[in-house]
Nanobody
Framework: QLQASGGGLVQAGGSLRLSCVAS????????MGWYRQAPGKERELVAT???????NYADSVKGRFTVSRDNAKNTVYLQMNSLKPDDTAVYYC????????WGQGTQVTVSS
């Protein structure tokens, strides 16, 4: 299971930090990260990090968002700075361990 937290309402230019804890069978998690889905749009990659430290970011968030992991705590974080109204979406925690797993989503709303 993936339990995300940290969403909320913030003004443009502000910051938020999302957290996601994996529980249950966590040995062998290869990738953890975040996707997002805005109203009327498809779910898209935000950022992921492998157990080996490799990262992958959407072009739209590079330089503003940072994904990090605490492998000992089975936790992934997303530090979001310089937020824009276009970042408004439901953010989903993601992990890959012999298949794709998704958390319940947390709402991030950025007001202009």
């Amino acid at each position: 299971q993936l339990q995300a937290s940290g969403g909320g309402l913030v003004q443009a230019g502000g910051s938020l930090r999302l957290s996601c804890v994996a529980s249950g069978s966590t040995v062998g998690i290869v990738v953890m990260g975040w996707y997002r889905q805005a109203p009327g749009k498809e779910r898209e990659l935000v950022a992921t990090k492998t157990s080996g430290g490799g990262t992958n970011y959407a072009d739209s968030v590079k330089g503003r968002f940072t994904v990090s992991r605490d492998n000992a705590k089975n936790t992934v974080y997303l530090q979001m700075n310089s937020l824009k109204p276009d970042d408004t979406a439901v953010y989903y925690c993601y992990s890959y361990r012999f298949g794709n797993y998704w958390g319940q989503g947390t709402q991030v709303t950025v007001s202009s």
